[in-house]
Nanobody
């Protein structure tokens, strides 16, 4: 499974961005989004189940971010609204298990990240 994230950039606080993750093949894997800010651990942001499309979000993004899948395009999106400076990080998509808590160790395949910078 290969994944390629894109869509990052510089945005002002309160703005929006949409990240895309192109997946070579889902192969039964669910897709998650993670982020890592400088000096901090990688944290789970959101995931979407391959089987029932059930979604999960971290408390820090709930109500602001939305994950979705376009299977025709093999792409998973992360719509990010009302961005805050603390959302600044490199965002990664990965293939693994989406079962509630979004834990990096439950993901087997990772794409390269895309940088999101939110200015105040």
């Amino acid at each position: 499974v290969q994944l390629q994230a894109s869509g990052g950039g510089l945005v002002q606080a309160g703005g929006s961005l949409r990240l895309s993750c192109v997946v070579s093949t889902f192969s039964g894997y669910s897709i998650g989004w993670f982020r890592q800010a400088p000096g901090k651990e990688r944290e789970g942001v959101s995931c979407i189940s391959r089987y029932d499309s059930k979604t999960s979000y971290s408390d820090s993004v709930k109500g602001r971010f939305t994950i979705s899948t376009d299977y025709a395009k093999n792409t998973v999106y992360l719509q990010m609204n009302n961005l805050r400076p603390e959302d600044t990080a490199t965002y990664y998509c990965a293939a693994g298990l989406c079962s509630g808590p979004i834990r990096p160790y439950e993901y087997d395949y990772w794409g390269k990240g895309t940088l999101v910078t939110v200015s105040s």
